[in-house]
C-alpha cells in the first residue's frame, strides 16, 4: 500500500493545492503524519486512511492507487 498511497496522497494533495499543514488540520493530524505518509515512511490505520478519503471524497482503494 505504501508507495502507491503515498503518491496518490501527494498527488491529490497538490491538485487541491493545500499545503500538508492544511490537510493535517483539515483530517486531524499533524503535518509530520502527512508528511511521512507522503514519504512513504509510514502507513495511516484505517481510521486515519478512511478520513483522508472522506476529505478528498474518493474510496480508500482510490486513495491506494488502485482503480
Do not use: W
Not at 493545492?17 to 508528511?35: D, F, H, P, Q, W
Not at 481510521?47 to 482503494?61: E, P
Amino acid at each position: 500500500m505504501s508507495s502507491g498511497f503515498s503518491r496518490r496522497l501527494t498527488e491529490l494533495r497538490e491538485r487541491r493545492r493545500i499545503s500538508r499543514k492544511a490537510l493535517a488540520e483539515l483530517c486531524g493530524l499533524s503535518k509530520n503524519a502527512v508528511a511521512r505518509y507522503e514519504r512513504g515512511e509510514r502507513v495511516p490505520d484505517i481510521h486515519t486512511a478512511r478520513a483522508l478519503a472522506d476529505f478528498f471524497q474518493i474510496t480508500l482503494d482510490e486513495l491506494c492507487g488502485e482503480k
